[in-house]
């Protein structure tokens, strides 16, 4: 099976950085993803990583360490607009691409 | 604008009834993905087609089936409707089958209101 762990929500401050986490324990694994999704809309695409370290792209870094089960997605100069649920996302080993997803963590940013 | 395309936006019924979702995934894609997004739950993965073969299966109850057709559309039938299906329904496609590469891209979703 697999169980994944995030934060349920986190408060930042415009133009600052934070770092959502993510835990995972599973049977199997081949990388893991990142995706933003705003209310009521559909998830979009934000990382995959396969193998440890990070993953650096704009405003946006993921960091993998599989040894520890460990994510963490990495925003940088944070924007209004930032403010949405981040959801990381097991892709786990064998067939097919039944990705297991975490609950969210719901990211508020403030003036 | 992912380019995966999915109707109804919305979709109101009673319980006991049946609908059908119906999902267009991006040019070139092979692989559609269904998925129910409810307010307690969370994105839970339901079914896989990949060229019209079913891939993988997730939590799906029996009372939902899919199907993915030769022009690679693929369509979610949802039957004895009961008030717990109440949720967003996504769909999402990608190019392969699956492995380290193979992102998936998700449509706008279904919004299922049952009555």
């Known amino acids: 099976g697999q169980n994944i762990d995030q934060p349920t929500e986190m408060t930042a401050t415009e133009g600052a950085i934070v770092q959502i986490n993510c835990t995972y324990q599973?049977?199997?694994?081949?990388?893991l993803f990142w995706y933003q999704q705003h209310a009521g809309e559909a998830p979009t695409f934000l990382s995959y990583n396969v193998l440890d370290g990070l993953e650096e792209k704009g405003r946006f870094s993921s960091f993998l360490s599989r040894s520890k089960g460990y994510s963490y997605l990495l925003l940088k100069e944070l924007q209004m607009k930032d403010s949405a649920s981040y959801l990381c996302?097991?892709?786990?080993?064998?067939?097919?691409?039944?990705?297991?997803f975490g609950t969210g963590t719901q990211l508020k940013v403030e003036l | 604008d992912s380019g995966v395309t999915q109707t109804p936006k919305h979709l109101i019924t009673a319980t006991g009834q049946r609908v059908t979702l119906r999902c267009s995934p991006r040019s070139g894609d092979l692989s559609v993905y269904w998925y129910q997004q409810s307010l307690d739950q969370g994105l839970q993965f339901l079914i896989q087609?990949?060229?019209?073969?079913?891939?993988a299966k997730g939590n799906i109850l029996e009372r939902f089936s899919a199907q993915q057709f030769p022009d690679l559309h693929s369509e979610l039938n949802l039957s004895s409707l009961e008030l717990g299906d109440s949720a967003l329904y996504f769909c999402?496609?990608?190019?392969?089958?699956?492995?380290?590469?193979?992102?998936?891209?998700f449509g706008p979703g279904t919004r299922l209101t049952v009555l």
């Open positions: 087609y990949y060229n019209g073969e079913e891939r």
């Open positions: 996302a097991v892709d786990p080993a064998g067939g097919g691409n039944k990705l297991t």
């Open positions: 999402a496609s990608s190019p392969l089958a699956g492995g380290t590469t193979d992102t998936q891209y």
């Open positions: 599973t049977s199997g694994f081949n990388g």
